[in-house]
């Protein structure tokens, strides 16, 4: 895309959000939406600032953040770990592939009797509940990331010296897959966000905890302020990695 | 094997040397010995299996019947062998030089004596500027020089190369092939190269072993191994080039099958 064309869509992009924002405005201040249910626009940036005094906004985004963080390392780290034993180890993938098929389709928030009977409602719960999500994308990318690996390189690596396991595993392996693995820890970024709120739910201290006892009040506003807050912490995490994906994979550009 | 380590020894001995999938015997009774430095061509027609009996005698397949035997590797921090493919192979998430240094990792080098012995070899192909490039910015005979590079980094006693030039256009495959004759001056390495071009094989060589099938359906043995008795130097224009040539062509019996002359 040219530079003139990229500015114009971003031009047209704010003005469209920005008029869907004043329609939204309007529509409530005319009386065509009911307003117990849908919160003024304009409120939002006050009642943002009030939560942030009350030090509430703080508190439930780092207990937040702190679930996600625990929970998508597991998850990533295992994921990967286990994706790869999989997709290198034929006797290992068979050995777990049918539980593997069984698993798979639970979704994580399945997971949630178990993790209050095992965890309690408590903060390892909600980073377990996280993980299981987690796991799966990076499960499966990395697996099929490492499958898709040209056998050449392998046969250069022994006509190398390069041959033994872990030599095969740090030279080539791990590289040659870091397209595939790195998409896989992104979507999983995403995926651990969509999970944080829903497995705080059920009572763990964190930005779900606080929508719920909003929504509990008719307090829609509150609960408009938290869901910004997801998606403003979410498109960092995303712009941040996608830097650090920029510099690891520089090769490929 | 460690009394072959002597200076006029062969770097390569086969005997009796069978090669196939289960009951699928592709190559039978290879014997072939390769002395120091000398060059040897492998020609055959496509299928005939020059390129497993290469993987064969560099250790990376295992021959159903017969044994072959390798001389060690003579310098410290050096290979037996190294080998150049077809394709240059190159890993792309690392930069020339690092492809470079891949053979020489594990060898007990730091790695600034690893990033020096990796220059050697770049600048005798020229490359020596490009040591920081991605290899996807690299043209396709750069490729395969860093190819080359890579195998020669290691100081192998023999060089084995798999049609390495047979990717390439016809232009920057008569530059590289002069190229070689020249690296071959520098190098101690013996070369076992193979390819279906069989004026590649008379021009380069020093010995051609051709490969063919005695009878259709049997395996594939050596037929005739050559000697090309031309100076290295503007080999292409000596009187004896052309007869060596015709004489290759009848024994791989490219008469009898034209669409395999692909040269």
Redesign the interface.
Known sequence: MTRPARHRRTLISAVSLAALVAIWEAALRVGWLPSNLVPLPSQIPGVLWAEVLDGIWLDVVLSSLSHYSIGLGIGSVLGIAVGMTAALLPRFDAAHSWLARLLRPIPPLAWIPFAIIWFGVTETAAAFIISIGVFWINYFTSYSAVRAIDDGYYEVARAFGQGGFSARLAKISLPAAAPGILGGLRAGLGQGWMTVVAAELFGIPGIGQRMMEASGLLATDVVVVYMLTIAALYALFDFLFMRIQRRVLRWQQ | MAAMNDASAPVLTARGVRLGFADDVVLDDIDLEVAPREFVAMVGASGVGKSTLLRAF?G?LAPQRGDVHLSTAEASAS?AW??V?Q?P?L?????VRANVE??L???GLSRDERRARAMEPLSLVGLEELAER?P?TLSGGQQQRVGIA?ALA?RPRVLFMDEPFSALDALTRQRLQSELTELRQRSDAAIVFVTHDIEEAVLLADRVVVLAKPDKGAPATVRDIVTIDLPLARRREQSGFREHVQRLEQHIGVAATPEETTS
């Open positions: 560099a990376l290979r190294s080998m493919f394709a192979r890993f792309p998430w690392r930069r891949l053979g990792e594990g060898l991605w996807r890579r290691v």
